[in-house]
């Protein structure tokens, strides 16, 4: 079974630092990989997605992400954080070989708290 | 257009009752899925829908179950509740493998 780890729990930075949140997930043949971020008493928001191609994509808010095969990670970063960042982030892997489902198994997140 | 929406936002029920929590999925979605985000034990799989049909679930006893209507929108049972049911309850939809699954603002259920 699939399973992801995100290796930070809790991430402070300062505003207009950058940051990296990391992801490795379990070894598989071929996955799906996903970062989703979460504010407060709100649901799940997708911010960028890996599916195959480029290694390095691109989501909302001036995320992005690199995919290494190798090391089997996922991790995320952005140049230059803002106050709105702060929430809570999760990684997500779903396999493409569980017969058209996009069951997705999570990392435990990690909480992003950008200070002034 | 509309996304995923549940109902209803926050649900205070006693042990032992039982909780129905609905999920429109968004227009044109035929895959419906339930997760519960509990305190301590991150996002978990619940269930699967599809095309009316649970596909597949997650490892949680029986008495939580569901179904989906002709409509593609789900319900969500859980029946003799326990404390530790308490936790919020995120409904997600998709249209094909690959393109991410689009969460709901979630369902808060309290145990007492």
């Known amino acids: 079974a699939q399973s992801v780890t995100q290796l930070d729990s809790q991430v402070p930075v300062f505003e207009e630092a950058p940051v990296e949140l990391r992801c490795n997930y379990s070894?598989?043949?071929?996955?799906?990989l996903f970062w989703y971020v979460q504010y407060p008493n709100q649901g799940l928001q997708l911010l960028l997605k890996?599916?195959?191609?480029?290694?390095l994509v691109k989501g909302i808010n001036g995320f992005e992400a690199e995919f290494n095969k190798s090391q089997t990670s996922f991790h995320l970063r952005k140049p230059s954080v803002h106050i709105s960042d702060t929430a809570e982030y999760f990684c997500a892997v779903s396999d493409p070989d569980q017969g058209g489902s996009e069951k997705l198994v999570f990392g435990k997140g990690t909480k992003l708290t950008v200070n002034p | 257009e509309a996304g995923v929406t549940q109902s209803p936002t926050h649900l205070i029920k006693t042990r032992g009752q039982q909780a129905t929590l609905r999920c429109s999925p968004i227009s044109g979605h035929t895959s419906v899925y339930w997760y519960q985000q509990a305190l301590g034990l991150g996002l978990q799989f619940l269930l699967w829908y599809d095309e009316g049909e649970e596909r597949n679930r997650g490892n949680f006893p029986p008495r939580f179950s569901g179904r989906q209507f002709p409509n593609y929108s789900s319900e969500l049972n859980v029946n003799a509740l326990e404390l530790e049911d308490s936790a919020l309850y995120l409904c997600a939809s998709s249209l094909a493998v690959g393109l991410g699954a689009f969460f709901g603002q979630g369902t808060r259920l309290t145990v007492v």
């Open positions: 890996y599916l195959s191609g480029s290694t």
């Open positions: 070894s598989s043949v071929s996955v799906y």
